[in-house]
C-alpha cells in the first residue's frame, strides 16, 4: 500500500525501490475515483500522468539521477495555465477553453520532473470563500460533507485534505489559500506579492493576486517555493529580493522569535471565543518557551475588509473587460441588434452573479464622480496598513492571528448574504493588501469538531522565518 509522507520520504523510498512512480499515481487516480462526490476536480490527466509516471520509473532504472520534484503528484486550480489542458476559472464564460502556453510557475515545477494529475474546482475567477460560486457546483469538505471547504481554492484544498494528490497549487487574493486551508485542516501559504511569476495566473486583482502552495508538510511547501520563484521575464512585479533556498530551513531550528498578536484582532467582535482562546493559549506557551510575544494595537482593522473589496473589484472590472466572448469565451446563440449588444449577451450568460456582482461595484467605484470618494480613498487606507504593518515588523519578526473568524461553515449559511462573507475574510486580506507572505498552519480542533489554523505573517520577502517557525510549531504537535 503506497503511503505518502512528504517528498524526502518519497524520494527515499523510491530509490530504496520500496516504490514507484507509477504505484503513486495509480494509487491517487484510484483515490480520486473513489472521491468523486467531493467534486474537488475539474479535469483529471489520468493517462497522462501515468505516462509520465512510467517514464520517470524508466529514467530511474537506467540510472539518472531524481530531480527534486521527481515524481511529486501535483494538482492545479482551475486559474493556472497548462498548455493543452482546459483552464476554466470555474466560469462559463471559459467553458471548453484550452490553455495555449503554460504559467512559468508550473513550468519550473514540470521541469523538476513534477507529475500533474488534475487541475482543481474553484470559485468562479477566484471570487468567493465557500466555493459555493462554481460553474461546476460546490466541492465538499471531506471532514464533513455538509460543510463548506472554503475558497476560493476549495477543490486544490480537498486534494490534499482527502489524500489526492501529494501537493496542490492555488491562487490567493484575499485568503484563498490559507482560508481553505484553515477549513480543511491542512497547510496553506500565501508567499510574498511578487515572489512567485503571475504569468500564467488568471488575473483576479492584479496588485493582490499570487499562487500559492497547498500541503502537510513544511519541508515539501518550502521546496515547492523554492522552485516555482525562479525569475520570470513575463512578469515585472516579480520581487527582485534574493531567491528562496528551501535548505535554509534547516539550520538553527531552535531559534527564538520576536512574536506580535494583534489586541484589536484577538478581542474582535466577529472572532469565535474559542479560536480567540486556543491562539491565545499558543502565545502564552511560546512565551513560556523563551520567544518574545506581545500585543500590539492595529486600530484600522474595520477599514481592511471596505479597501480590499474597493481595490479588488475596481481591478478585477478592469481585468474581466477582456472577456467579451470574440477571440475567445462564450458566445451567445441567441439573436442580437449589434456589437454593443453581443458583447452584453455574452457577457450576461457567461459570468455567474457574484461576478457580475464584484464586476458592477468595482465599475462603481471607479467611475468619474466616486473615483475620489472611493477607490482613491482605498489606496489611501491601503497605504496606512502598509505603514501600520511596517510599524509592527520594525519591532518583531512575525505577527500570529487567526485566519478565519470561525471554522468551515454549513453549505448555504454565507452565499445568502454577500457581505457576511466579505465580513469573514478580515483576517486574510490583510496581507494581500501589505504584499507580505502569510501562512495558516492546522493546529487545531474546535468542539463543532472541525479543524482551524494559526495565521503567521511575515515580513516580504521572509518566507524563511515563517515556514521555519511553522515548522516548530508543527514539530510540537496540535495543542487542542
Ligand atoms: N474571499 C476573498 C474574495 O472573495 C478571497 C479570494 C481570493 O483570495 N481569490 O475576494
Known amino acids: 500500500m503506497f503511503s505518502y509522507n512528504g517528498i524526502a520520504d518519497y524520494h527515499t523510498q523510491l530509490s530504496r525501490k520500496q ?81 495555449s502556453y503554460t504559467a512559468t510557475a508550473l513550468d519550473y515545477l514540470i521541469r523538476e520532473d513534477a507529475i500533474i494529475i488534475g487541475n482543481c474546482n474553484c470559485d468562479e475567477f477566484a471570487m468567493g470563500s465557500s466555493n459555493e460560486n462554481s460553474f461546476y457546483g460546490p466541492v465538499l469538505n471531506a471532514i464533513d460533507n455538509e460543510r463548506v471547504p472554503g475558497g476560493s481554492s476549495g477543490g486544490s484544498a480537498v486534494a490534499v485534505q482527502a489524500g489526492l494528490c501529494m501537493l496542490a497549487l492555488g491562487s490567493d487574493t484575499g485568503g484563498s489559500v ?41 519541508p515539501d511547501i518550502a521546496l515547492a517555493l523554492e522552485i516555482m520563484s525562479g525569475p520570470d521575464g513575463y512578469d515585472s ?36 471565543k474559542e479560536i480567540s482562546q486556543a491562539i491565545k493559549n499558543t502565545c502564552a506557551n511560546l512565551a513560556s518557551e523563551g520567544h518574545t510575544v506581545e500585543g500590539t494595537g492595529f486600530p484600522l482593522i474595520d477599514y481592511i475588509v471596505p479597501a480590499y473589496y474597493v481595490l479588488t473589484t475596481a481591478e478585477a472590472s478592469s481585468n474581466l473587460s477582456r472577456y467579451d466572448g470574440i477571440r475567445y469565451g462564450h458566445q451567445t446563440k ?46 489611501q487606507v491601503r497605504r496606512l496598513l502598509l505603514d501600520q504593518i511596517t510599524l509592527i515588523f520594525n519591532q518583531f519578526d512575525l505577527i500570529v492571528l487567526p485566519t478565519s473568524p470561525e471554522t468551515a461553515f454549513r453549505f448555504g449559511a454565507g452565499s445568502k448574504d454577500p457581505i457576511s462573507l466579505y465580513l469573514a ?56
Open 425 to 480: 475574510d478580515i483576517f486574510t486580506v490583510l496581507a494581500n493588501l501589505t504584499g507580505n507572505p502569510a501562512i495558516s498552519i492546522p493546529l487545531y480542533t474546535h468542539s463543532n469538531g472541525m479543524p482551524f489554523g494559526l495565521q503567521v505573517m511575515a515580513k516580504p520577502g521572509d518566507e524563511l522565518t515563517l515556514l521555519k517557525f511553522s515548522n516548530q510549531l508543527l514539530q510540537k504537535g496540535s495543542p487542542t
Open 178 to 218: 490559507r482560508q481553505p486551508a484553515d477549513f480543511c485542516g491542512i497547510i496553506g501559504l500565501k508567499p510574498s506579492y511578487g515572489r512567485i511569476s503571475r504569468y500564467g495566473l488568471i488575473a483576479y486583482a492584479s496588485s493582490f493576486d499570487q499562487i500559492g502552495i497547498f500541503g502537510r508538510h513544511i
Open 334 to 379: 441567441e439573436p442580437v441588434r449589434d456589437l454593443t449588444d453581443f458583447y452584453r449577451m455574452n457577457r450576461s450568460e457567461g459570468f455567474g452573479r457574484e461576478v457580475k456582482r464584484r464586476i458592477m461595484l468595482g465599475n462603481f467605484v471607479l467611475s468619474s464622480g466616486y473615483y475620489d470618494a472611493y477607490f482613491q480613498k482605498a489606496q
Open 237 to 272: 512585479t516579480r520581487m527582485q529580493a534574493a531567491a528562496f533556498d528551501a535548505a535554509s530551513l534547516y539550520t538553527q531550528s531552535n531559534e527564538h522569535f520576536k512574536i506580535a498578536y494583534l489586541n484589536d484582532v484577538m478581542d474582535h467582535p466577529s472572532l469565535d
Open 19 to 99: 516504490t514507484n512512480c507509477s504505484e503513486a499515481v495509480n494509487h491517487y487516480l484510484e483515490r480520486i475515483r473513489a472521491h468523486s462526490h467531493l467534486n474537488a476536480f475539474v479535469d483529471v490527466y489520468a493517462n497522462e500522468a501515468l505516462e509520465k509516471a512510467r517514464a520517470l520509473d524508466a529514467s530511474r532504472e537506467a540510472g539518472a539521477p531524481m530531480k527534486k520534484m521527481h515524481g511529486v503528484v501535483i494538482a492545479l486550480k482551475d486559474v493556472i495555465a497548462y498548455e493543452g489542458h482546459k483552464l476554466t476559472a470555474a466560469s462559463n464564460m471559459l467553458h471548453g477553453y484550452v490553455s
